[in-house]
Protein backbone atom coordinates (compact mmCIF):
# COMPACT_ATOMS: atom_id res chain seq x y z
CA UNK A 1 0.00 0.00 0.00
CA UNK A 2 1.29 3.07 -0.86
CA UNK A 3 2.04 5.36 1.83
CA UNK A 4 0.83 9.11 3.43
CA UNK A 5 2.52 11.73 0.92
CA UNK A 6 3.21 9.84 -1.85
CA UNK A 7 2.58 12.38 -4.39
CA UNK A 8 3.49 9.90 -7.17
CA UNK A 9 0.07 7.91 -6.51
CA UNK A 10 -2.19 7.22 -9.15
CA UNK A 11 -5.22 8.68 -8.69
CA UNK A 12 -7.52 5.74 -10.75
CA UNK A 13 -9.97 4.81 -8.12
CA UNK A 14 -8.55 0.88 -8.19
CA UNK A 15 -5.48 2.56 -5.82
CA UNK A 16 -7.91 3.27 -3.07
CA UNK A 17 -7.47 1.13 -0.39
CA UNK A 18 -10.14 -1.54 0.18
CA UNK A 19 -10.50 -0.45 3.91
CA UNK A 20 -11.77 2.52 2.26
CA UNK A 21 -13.93 0.68 -0.26
CA UNK A 22 -15.07 -1.89 2.83
CA UNK A 23 -16.01 1.09 4.95
CA UNK A 24 -17.95 2.46 2.25
CA UNK A 25 -20.19 -0.65 1.82
CA UNK A 26 -20.65 -0.40 5.46
CA UNK A 27 -22.43 3.07 4.90
CA UNK A 28 -23.91 1.91 2.43
CA UNK A 29 -25.69 -0.83 4.22
CA UNK A 30 -26.36 1.20 6.73
CA UNK A 31 -27.49 4.00 4.97
CA UNK A 32 -30.21 1.43 3.23
CA UNK A 33 -31.51 0.69 6.68
CA UNK A 34 -31.24 4.03 7.74
CA UNK A 35 -33.26 5.72 4.82
CA UNK A 36 -35.72 2.72 4.34
CA UNK A 37 -36.85 4.16 7.47
CA UNK A 38 -36.26 8.29 7.16
CA UNK A 39 -37.66 8.43 3.91
CA UNK A 40 -40.94 7.47 5.22
CA UNK A 41 -40.27 9.32 8.49
CA UNK A 42 -41.53 12.72 8.35
CA UNK A 43 -44.92 11.83 6.85
CA UNK A 44 -44.99 8.92 9.27
CA UNK A 45 -45.17 11.84 12.31
CA UNK A 46 -47.52 13.90 10.61
CA UNK A 47 -49.72 11.93 9.20
CA UNK A 48 -49.87 8.67 12.01
CA UNK A 49 -47.97 10.25 14.97
CA UNK A 50 -49.50 13.49 14.94
CA UNK A 51 -47.08 15.75 14.41
CA UNK A 52 -46.25 19.34 13.57
CA UNK A 53 -43.89 20.64 10.97
CA UNK A 54 -42.09 22.30 14.24
CA UNK A 55 -42.02 19.21 15.67
CA UNK A 56 -40.18 17.39 12.64
CA UNK A 57 -38.00 20.30 12.26
CA UNK A 58 -36.82 20.30 16.39
CA UNK A 59 -36.02 16.41 15.93
CA UNK A 60 -33.90 16.66 12.96
CA UNK A 61 -32.39 19.40 14.35
CA UNK A 62 -32.00 17.88 17.57
CA UNK A 63 -30.64 14.62 16.08
CA UNK A 64 -27.94 16.37 13.93
CA UNK A 65 -26.69 18.39 16.72
CA UNK A 66 -26.16 15.13 18.63
CA UNK A 67 -24.15 13.92 15.67
CA UNK A 68 -21.99 16.76 16.21
CA UNK A 69 -21.48 17.35 19.57
CA UNK A 70 -20.73 13.56 20.01
CA UNK A 71 -18.17 13.75 16.96
CA UNK A 72 -16.41 16.41 18.77
CA UNK A 73 -15.10 13.82 21.40
CA UNK A 74 -14.91 10.50 19.06
CA UNK A 75 -12.73 12.21 17.02
CA UNK A 76 -10.76 13.97 19.68
CA UNK A 77 -10.49 10.10 21.59
CA UNK A 78 -9.43 8.28 18.74
CA UNK A 79 -6.29 10.61 18.25
CA UNK A 80 -5.60 9.69 21.99
CA UNK A 81 -6.02 6.19 21.94
CA UNK A 82 -4.85 5.78 18.16
CA UNK A 83 -7.72 2.75 17.82
CA UNK A 84 -10.25 4.28 15.11
CA UNK A 85 -12.15 1.21 14.27
CA UNK A 86 -12.45 0.42 17.80
CA UNK A 87 -14.67 3.25 17.95
CA UNK A 88 -16.31 3.00 14.55
CA UNK A 89 -17.27 -0.32 15.63
CA UNK A 90 -18.45 0.99 18.74
CA UNK A 91 -20.53 3.44 16.71
CA UNK A 92 -22.75 1.62 14.68
CA UNK A 93 -24.03 -0.80 17.77
CA UNK A 94 -26.39 2.12 19.00
CA UNK A 95 -27.47 2.60 15.39
CA UNK A 96 -28.05 -1.29 14.80
CA UNK A 97 -29.98 -1.27 18.36
CA UNK A 98 -32.20 1.72 17.73
CA UNK A 99 -33.78 0.10 14.72
CA UNK A 100 -36.76 -2.19 16.33
CA UNK A 101 -37.64 1.30 18.27
CA UNK A 102 -39.41 2.60 15.23
CA UNK A 103 -41.79 0.40 14.12
CA UNK A 104 -42.86 0.33 18.21
CA UNK A 105 -43.03 4.08 18.61
CA UNK A 106 -46.38 5.64 19.83
CA UNK A 107 -45.50 9.07 20.51
CA UNK A 108 -42.82 11.85 18.64
CA UNK A 109 -40.89 12.12 21.89
CA UNK A 110 -40.28 7.91 21.10
CA UNK A 111 -39.52 8.51 17.88
CA UNK A 112 -36.96 11.10 19.42
CA UNK A 113 -35.18 8.96 22.06
CA UNK A 114 -34.83 6.43 18.61
CA UNK A 115 -33.10 9.60 16.46
CA UNK A 116 -31.11 10.57 19.16
CA UNK A 117 -29.57 6.87 19.79
CA UNK A 118 -29.27 6.33 15.71
CA UNK A 119 -27.31 9.63 15.99
CA UNK A 120 -25.48 8.93 18.76
CA UNK A 121 -23.99 6.25 16.71
CA UNK A 122 -23.27 8.05 13.93
CA UNK A 123 -21.47 10.66 16.25
CA UNK A 124 -19.08 8.00 17.54
CA UNK A 125 -18.43 6.32 14.38
CA UNK A 126 -18.23 9.04 11.46
CA UNK A 127 -14.60 11.48 12.90
CA UNK A 128 -13.09 8.35 13.50
CA UNK A 129 -14.09 7.09 10.38
CA UNK A 130 -13.15 10.26 8.57
CA UNK A 131 -9.88 10.18 10.01
CA UNK A 132 -9.28 6.30 9.34
CA UNK A 133 -9.60 7.08 5.78
CA UNK A 134 -6.78 10.20 5.86
CA UNK A 135 -5.05 7.25 7.81
CA UNK A 136 -4.86 4.95 4.94
CA UNK A 137 -4.97 6.95 1.67
CA UNK A 138 -2.24 8.42 0.34
CA UNK A 139 -2.58 12.72 -0.36
CA UNK A 140 -2.73 12.79 -3.91
CA UNK A 141 -6.20 10.60 -4.24
CA UNK A 142 -7.50 11.71 -0.67
CA UNK A 143 -10.35 13.43 -2.36
CA UNK A 144 -11.00 10.28 -4.86
CA UNK A 145 -11.01 7.83 -1.86
CA UNK A 146 -13.70 10.64 0.12
CA UNK A 147 -15.79 10.92 -2.80
CA UNK A 148 -15.95 7.19 -3.22
CA UNK A 149 -16.68 6.15 0.44
CA UNK A 150 -19.38 8.77 -0.52
CA UNK A 151 -20.63 7.45 -3.58
CA UNK A 152 -21.22 3.42 -2.02
CA UNK A 153 -22.63 5.53 0.90
CA UNK A 154 -25.49 7.79 -1.30
CA UNK A 155 -25.89 4.39 -3.01
CA UNK A 156 -27.35 2.66 -0.08
CA UNK A 157 -29.92 5.96 0.47
CA UNK A 158 -30.60 5.52 -3.10
CA UNK A 159 -31.58 1.20 -2.38
CA UNK A 160 -33.48 2.41 1.26
CA UNK A 161 -36.09 4.66 0.25
CA UNK A 162 -36.84 2.01 -3.08
CA UNK A 163 -36.96 -0.70 -1.09
CA UNK A 164 -39.36 1.21 1.01
CA UNK A 165 -41.40 2.06 -1.80
CA UNK A 166 -41.67 -1.63 -2.61
CA UNK A 167 -42.68 -2.63 1.02
CA UNK A 168 -45.28 -0.02 1.07
CA UNK A 169 -46.98 -1.72 -1.43
CA UNK A 170 -46.45 -5.21 -0.56
CA UNK A 171 -47.61 -4.09 2.91
CA UNK A 172 -50.46 -1.58 1.84
CA UNK A 173 -48.88 1.41 3.27
CA UNK A 174 -47.77 -0.55 6.71
CA UNK A 175 -45.32 1.69 8.05
CA UNK A 176 -44.60 -0.24 11.29
CA UNK A 177 -44.14 -3.56 8.57
CA UNK A 178 -41.73 -1.46 6.62
CA UNK A 179 -39.95 -0.42 9.92
CA UNK A 180 -38.78 -3.65 10.63
CA UNK A 181 -37.07 -4.65 7.44
CA UNK A 182 -34.31 -2.14 8.55
CA UNK A 183 -32.87 -4.18 10.70
CA UNK A 184 -31.38 -6.25 8.71
CA UNK A 185 -29.22 -4.58 6.56
CA UNK A 186 -28.17 -2.78 9.91
CA UNK A 187 -27.04 -5.47 11.27
CA UNK A 188 -24.94 -6.97 8.55
CA UNK A 189 -23.11 -3.57 8.34
CA UNK A 190 -21.67 -4.39 11.33
CA UNK A 191 -20.51 -7.77 10.42
CA UNK A 192 -18.81 -6.31 7.35
CA UNK A 193 -17.00 -3.85 9.79
CA UNK A 194 -15.61 -6.37 12.34
CA UNK A 195 -14.26 -8.62 9.43
CA UNK A 196 -13.41 -6.81 6.47
CA UNK A 197 -12.24 -3.39 7.73
CA UNK A 198 -8.42 -3.14 8.85
CA UNK A 199 -6.57 -0.31 10.53
CA UNK A 200 -2.65 0.33 9.93
CA UNK A 201 -0.85 -0.06 12.71
CA UNK A 202 0.23 3.25 15.35
CA UNK A 203 2.84 5.42 14.67
CA UNK A 204 2.79 6.07 18.01
CA UNK A 205 2.38 5.18 21.41
CA UNK A 206 -0.94 7.50 22.22
CA UNK A 207 -1.55 8.37 25.99
CA UNK A 208 -4.83 6.82 26.81
CA UNK A 209 -4.94 8.67 30.44
CA UNK A 210 -4.69 11.80 28.91
CA UNK A 211 -7.74 14.49 28.33
CA UNK A 212 -9.09 14.01 25.04
CA UNK A 213 -9.42 17.57 24.39
CA UNK A 214 -6.62 20.00 25.56
CA UNK A 215 -6.46 23.61 24.63
CA UNK A 216 -2.29 23.33 23.79
CA UNK A 217 -4.09 20.83 20.61
CA UNK A 218 -6.28 23.20 19.13
CA UNK A 219 -3.37 26.09 19.45
CA UNK A 220 -1.54 23.70 17.05
CA UNK A 221 -4.34 23.94 14.15
CA UNK A 222 -3.49 26.28 11.74
CA UNK A 223 -5.53 29.00 10.02
CA UNK A 224 -6.53 27.65 7.28
CA UNK A 225 -8.18 24.44 9.63
CA UNK A 226 -10.31 26.82 11.38
CA UNK A 227 -11.45 29.00 7.64
CA UNK A 228 -12.93 25.58 6.72
CA UNK A 229 -14.39 25.24 10.00
CA UNK A 230 -16.37 28.62 9.51
CA UNK A 231 -17.34 27.56 6.03
CA UNK A 232 -18.33 24.59 6.94
CA UNK A 233 -20.82 26.37 9.72
CA UNK A 234 -22.35 28.48 6.59
CA UNK A 235 -22.89 25.28 5.02
CA UNK A 236 -24.71 24.18 8.02
CA UNK A 237 -27.31 26.93 7.68
CA UNK A 238 -27.71 26.81 4.16
CA UNK A 239 -28.68 23.36 4.21
CA UNK A 240 -31.37 22.07 6.56
CA UNK A 241 -33.18 18.49 6.70
CA UNK A 242 -34.11 16.19 3.62
CA UNK A 243 -36.93 15.76 5.80
CA UNK A 244 -38.61 19.18 4.49
CA UNK A 245 -37.86 17.83 0.78
CA UNK A 246 -40.35 15.16 1.63
CA UNK A 247 -42.88 17.51 3.05
CA UNK A 248 -42.72 19.33 -0.23
CA UNK A 249 -43.46 16.76 -2.27
CA UNK A 250 -46.53 15.50 0.08
CA UNK A 251 -47.85 18.98 -0.21
CA UNK A 252 -47.99 18.95 -4.17
CA UNK A 253 -49.76 15.30 -3.98
CA UNK A 254 -47.07 13.15 -4.36
CA UNK A 255 -48.66 9.92 -3.19
CA UNK A 256 -48.13 7.84 0.28
CA UNK A 257 -46.60 5.09 -1.24
CA UNK A 258 -44.21 6.99 -3.75
CA UNK A 259 -42.78 9.69 -0.69
CA UNK A 260 -39.64 7.44 -0.78
CA UNK A 261 -38.63 8.22 -4.32
CA UNK A 262 -38.18 11.80 -3.23
CA UNK A 263 -35.06 10.43 -1.47
CA UNK A 264 -34.07 8.11 -4.21
CA UNK A 265 -34.24 10.56 -6.62
CA UNK A 266 -32.28 13.37 -4.67
CA UNK A 267 -29.49 10.52 -3.44
CA UNK A 268 -29.33 9.15 -6.98
CA UNK A 269 -27.77 12.34 -8.34
CA UNK A 270 -25.56 12.56 -5.22
CA UNK A 271 -24.23 9.51 -5.83
CA UNK A 272 -23.45 9.84 -9.61
CA UNK A 273 -21.60 12.56 -8.77
CA UNK A 274 -20.00 12.61 -5.54
CA UNK A 275 -17.34 10.29 -6.79
CA UNK A 276 -16.60 12.00 -9.95
CA UNK A 277 -16.33 15.20 -7.96
CA UNK A 278 -13.55 13.56 -5.66
CA UNK A 279 -11.64 12.99 -8.39
CA UNK A 280 -11.64 16.28 -10.29
CA UNK A 281 -10.98 17.96 -6.99
CA UNK A 282 -7.59 16.03 -6.42
CA UNK A 283 -6.74 17.35 -10.42
CA UNK A 284 -8.30 21.01 -10.55
CA UNK A 285 -8.90 22.48 -6.54
CA UNK A 286 -11.93 21.80 -4.48
CA UNK A 287 -12.95 25.86 -4.40
CA UNK A 288 -14.75 25.87 -7.48
CA UNK A 289 -16.42 22.84 -7.22
CA UNK A 290 -17.75 23.89 -3.99
CA UNK A 291 -18.76 27.21 -5.32
CA UNK A 292 -20.48 25.14 -7.87
CA UNK A 293 -22.60 23.14 -5.31
CA UNK A 294 -23.85 26.30 -3.40
CA UNK A 295 -24.97 27.65 -6.69
CA UNK A 296 -26.88 24.28 -7.22
CA UNK A 297 -28.21 24.64 -4.03
CA UNK A 298 -29.68 28.12 -4.17
CA UNK A 299 -31.47 27.03 -7.38
CA UNK A 300 -32.86 24.11 -5.83
CA UNK A 301 -34.21 26.37 -2.95
CA UNK A 302 -35.93 29.02 -5.61
CA UNK A 303 -37.09 26.25 -7.21
CA UNK A 304 -38.82 24.27 -4.58
CA UNK A 305 -39.50 28.15 -3.13
CA UNK A 306 -41.66 28.97 -6.26
CA UNK A 307 -42.26 26.77 -9.10
CA UNK A 308 -44.94 24.51 -8.24
CA UNK A 309 -46.31 21.02 -8.98
CA UNK A 310 -44.34 17.71 -9.02
CA UNK A 311 -42.35 19.19 -11.77
CA UNK A 312 -40.59 22.27 -10.25
CA UNK A 313 -40.12 19.58 -6.91
CA UNK A 314 -38.32 17.18 -9.02
CA UNK A 315 -36.16 19.85 -10.52
CA UNK A 316 -35.12 21.38 -6.81
CA UNK A 317 -34.74 17.78 -5.25
CA UNK A 318 -32.40 16.90 -8.19
CA UNK A 319 -30.27 19.82 -7.91
CA UNK A 320 -30.16 19.37 -4.10
CA UNK A 321 -28.38 16.01 -5.22
CA UNK A 322 -26.12 17.99 -7.24
CA UNK A 323 -24.95 20.12 -4.67
CA UNK A 324 -24.78 17.27 -1.91
CA UNK A 325 -22.35 15.31 -4.54
CA UNK A 326 -20.01 18.73 -5.20
CA UNK A 327 -19.42 19.23 -1.92
CA UNK A 328 -20.16 16.34 1.30
CA UNK A 329 -16.55 14.68 -0.02
CA UNK A 330 -14.71 17.59 -0.50
CA UNK A 331 -15.67 19.07 2.71
CA UNK A 332 -13.70 16.25 4.62
CA UNK A 333 -11.30 16.02 2.51
CA UNK A 334 -10.63 19.44 2.86
CA UNK A 335 -10.40 19.49 6.78
CA UNK A 336 -7.82 16.30 5.95
CA UNK A 337 -6.11 18.37 3.75
CA UNK A 338 -5.58 21.47 6.57
CA UNK A 339 -5.84 19.56 9.93
CA UNK A 340 -2.17 17.99 11.41
CA UNK A 341 -1.55 14.15 10.86
CA UNK A 342 -1.60 13.30 14.35
CA UNK A 343 -4.95 15.34 15.43
CA UNK A 344 -7.38 14.16 12.46
CA UNK A 345 -9.62 12.84 14.35
CA UNK A 346 -9.76 15.87 16.78
CA UNK A 347 -10.15 18.11 13.58
CA UNK A 348 -12.72 16.01 12.26
CA UNK A 349 -14.90 16.20 15.65
CA UNK A 350 -14.49 19.88 15.84
CA UNK A 351 -15.69 20.58 12.58
CA UNK A 352 -18.31 18.39 12.08
CA UNK A 353 -19.46 20.11 15.91
CA UNK A 354 -19.72 23.49 14.66
CA UNK A 355 -21.53 22.18 11.26
CA UNK A 356 -23.85 20.70 13.51
CA UNK A 357 -24.82 23.39 15.98
CA UNK A 358 -25.28 25.10 12.80
CA UNK A 359 -27.47 22.67 11.25
CA UNK A 360 -29.94 22.08 14.21
CA UNK A 361 -30.14 26.18 14.31
CA UNK A 362 -31.09 25.47 10.56
CA UNK A 363 -33.27 23.26 11.27
CA UNK A 364 -35.69 24.58 13.90
CA UNK A 365 -35.88 28.36 11.54
CA UNK A 366 -36.94 25.87 8.99
CA UNK A 367 -39.54 23.97 11.02
CA UNK A 368 -41.17 27.00 12.38
CA UNK A 369 -40.97 29.14 9.04
CA UNK A 370 -42.71 26.34 7.47
CA UNK A 371 -45.46 26.26 10.69
CA UNK A 372 -45.39 29.78 10.13
CA UNK A 373 -45.46 31.50 6.25
CA UNK A 374 -45.31 28.17 4.67
CA UNK A 375 -43.17 26.06 2.39
CA UNK A 376 -42.28 28.58 0.32
CA UNK A 377 -40.38 30.91 2.85
CA UNK A 378 -38.39 28.20 4.23
CA UNK A 379 -36.84 27.43 1.04
CA UNK A 380 -36.27 30.85 0.04
CA UNK A 381 -34.64 31.46 3.56
CA UNK A 382 -32.37 28.94 2.49
CA UNK A 383 -31.05 30.11 -0.51
CA UNK A 384 -30.43 33.35 0.94
CA UNK A 385 -28.29 31.41 3.21
CA UNK A 386 -26.62 29.26 0.16
CA UNK A 387 -25.75 32.67 -1.16
CA UNK A 388 -23.65 33.90 1.74
CA UNK A 389 -21.85 30.51 1.80
CA UNK A 390 -21.05 31.08 -2.21
CA UNK A 391 -19.57 34.57 -0.73
CA UNK A 392 -17.35 32.95 1.93
CA UNK A 393 -16.21 30.61 0.36
CA UNK A 394 -15.27 32.59 -2.78
CA UNK A 395 -13.82 35.14 -0.22
CA UNK A 396 -12.23 32.73 2.25
CA UNK A 397 -11.03 29.35 0.79
CA UNK A 398 -7.97 30.71 -1.16
CA UNK A 399 -5.89 31.01 2.18
CA UNK A 400 -7.42 27.10 2.72
CA UNK A 401 -5.80 25.51 -0.04
CA UNK A 402 -2.40 24.75 1.41
CA UNK A 403 -2.12 21.31 3.39
CA UNK A 404 -0.47 21.64 6.71
CA UNK A 405 1.33 19.00 8.75
CA UNK A 406 1.90 16.68 5.34
Not at 267 to 286: C, E, M, Q, T
Amino acid sequence: MKQNGDETASTSWRDVPASVIALGLVSLLMDISSELIHGLLPVFLTTVIGASTLAVGLIEGVAEATVSITKMFSGAISDRIGKRKLLVGIGYGPAAISKPVFPLAGTASEILAARFLDRIGKGIREAPRDALIADVTPSSIRGASYGLRQALDTTGAVAGPLLAVGLMALYADNFRAVFWWAIVPAWLAVLVLVFVVREPPLRSHPDERSRPLRRAELGRMPRAYWMVVAIGAVFGFARFSEAFLVLKAQAEGLALALLPLVLVWMNLVYAIVAAPAGFLSDKFGRKNLLLCGLAALAAADLLLAWLPGLGGTAAGVGLWGLYLGLSQGLLSALVADTAPEDLRGTAFGLFNLVGGLALLAANALAGWTWHAFGSAATFAVGAGFSLLAMLMTAIGLGAAATPAGK
